[in-house]
């Protein structure tokens, strides 16, 4: 079992950066992939960025050119940095980790609420 802690989240005003945490309580490698979704109120949960290995990363076009997805290996945790922010990015903040020595299972994290003020 792989269990996910993130931080991070909080109130900011719209333009204001806030910084994400995930920390898996097992190592993680290089062929495993880390990321981030987000769900706003009463809508479906949505992707928002990823690094499928340690070299690659992609993003949601809402976030393409604000957010930056990394990662630390050493560290078992990946994070997102999150500038320009805007009302719209408003959501709970889900990390994920996709595990292929436990067959590629996908592992979730509690989530952090993120909230931009207008």
């Known amino acids: 079992q792989v269990q996910l802690v993130e931080s991070g989240g909080g109130l900011v005003q719209t333009g204001g950066s806030l910084r994400l945490s995930c920390a898996a309580s097992?190592?993680?490698?290089?062929?495993?992939?880390m990321g981030w979704y987000r769900q706003a109120p009463g809508k479906q949960r949505d992707f928002v960025a990823t690094?499928?290995?340690?070299?690659?990363?992609n993003y949601a076009d809402s976030v393409k050119g604000r957010f930056t997805i990394s990662r630390d290996n050493s560290k078992n945790t990946v994070y997102l940095q999150m500038n320009s922010l805007k009302p719209e990015d408003t959501a709970v903040y889900y990390c994920?980790?996709?595990?292929?020595?436990?067959?590629?299972?996908?592992?979730w994290g509690q989530g952090t609420q993120v909230t931009v003020s207008s």
């Open positions: 994920y980790a996709v595990v292929v020595r436990h067959g590629s299972k996908i592992y």
């Open positions: 097992v190592s993680i490698f290089s062929g495993d992939a």
């Open positions: 690094t499928p290995s340690a070299t690659t990363t």
